[in-house]
């Protein structure tokens, strides 16, 4: 059993666990398209009745220790503007798979990449993770664009790995490790 992530504060943002509260705008933003078509693991449509049991299921991930997720909520707005967080940790190879999105209304701000900073780091020194990796649809430039901004490297692109929407499709896989994160350069 692990205990829940601590909250993360950040210049403009709280990270902080999914609570049930938290279902109709998780609903709302996520059953956005844009959202469900540009990620691997949101469905469309997307109502509260899968956000609550996302968030449940969230919660038995953190007890678990196989995952870490975080809502990121405006520190002025108190709004919620997406979800972050690291799943598929294994203590085994001392690794994590980052994942995110932050509804359209609150793009282009730099929320995506200071949210995954803090959980960089998160990730690193309080986990003390030696591997954090993610992956992205290659047709949707704006996340390899967050993680080129957090220095987590191109490492590689499969092909065709997933069918959505009926499609194959190729998946950008990017990486960081622990010693070029504390030692960057
Ligand atoms: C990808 C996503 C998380 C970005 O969130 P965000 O808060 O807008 O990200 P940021 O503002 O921190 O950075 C976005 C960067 O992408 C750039 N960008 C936006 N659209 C782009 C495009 N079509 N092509 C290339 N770059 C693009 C922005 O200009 C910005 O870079 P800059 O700071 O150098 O100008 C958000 O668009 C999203 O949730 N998309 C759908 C879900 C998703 O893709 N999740 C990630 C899959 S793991």
Redo the contacts with the bound molecule.
């Keep these: 059993m692990t205990e829940c992530p601590p909250d993360l504060i950040t210049r403009r943002l709280l990270l902080r666990i999914p609570v049930l509260q938290d279902a109709p705008d998780i609903a709302r933003l996520a059953g956005d398209p ?2 469900s078509g ?2 691997l693991e949101i469905p469309y449509p997307y109502d509260h009745r899968i956000a609550h049991e996302w968030i449940a299921e969230v919660s038995e991930g953190v007890k678990a220790g196989t995952e870490m997720i975080f809502a990121v909520i405006g520190r002025n707005t108190g709004e919620l503007y ?1 979800v972050i967080g690291l799943m598929e940790i294994t203590r085994e190879h001392s690794r994590a798979k980052l ?4 509804g359209r209304p ?9 949210a995954v900073c803090a959980v960089l780091d998160y990730g690193f020194r309080v986990l003390g993770l030696n591997r954090i990796y ?3 649809l290659t047709r ?4 390899g ?2 993680l080129d ?1 957090c220095s987590i490297r191109h490492e590689g692109v499969l092909r065709q790995h997933v069918r959505k929407e009926g499609t194959f499709q190729d998946i950008a896989v990017h990486g960081i490790l622990k010693y070029e994160y504390l030692s960057p350069g």
């Design positions: 844009e959202i540009n990620t997406g994942g995110y999105w932050i609150y793009w282009n701000q730099g929320y995506a990449t200071e993610a992956f992205y949707n430039p704006a996340s664009r967050v901004k």
